[in-house]
């Protein structure tokens, strides 16, 4: 009864190229994650950006007095 249901187990050959592949993957997606991460970090506010958060969301009531 169960020898139809062996293609369900893997050899020892098997085993190996699916680990291998499975790294791989894993090293890919990792890859582009890092590559999101250098093209796209660059816009996070700096120290001095932070500064204008409260004058543009109107919770300043002069926004030209930090100009002056």
Known sequence: ???RYDFLFLKREDGRK???FVWM???VMLLAALACVAQYGKDI???EDW???APLTG???DLMSIFL
């Open 1 to 3: 009864m169960l020898e």
């Open 18 to 20: 699916t680990m291998i």
């Open 25 to 27: 993957a894993w090293f």
């Open 45 to 47: 506010p700096l120290c």
């Open 51 to 53: 500064f204008l958060v």
């Open 59 to 61: 919770n300043e009531p």
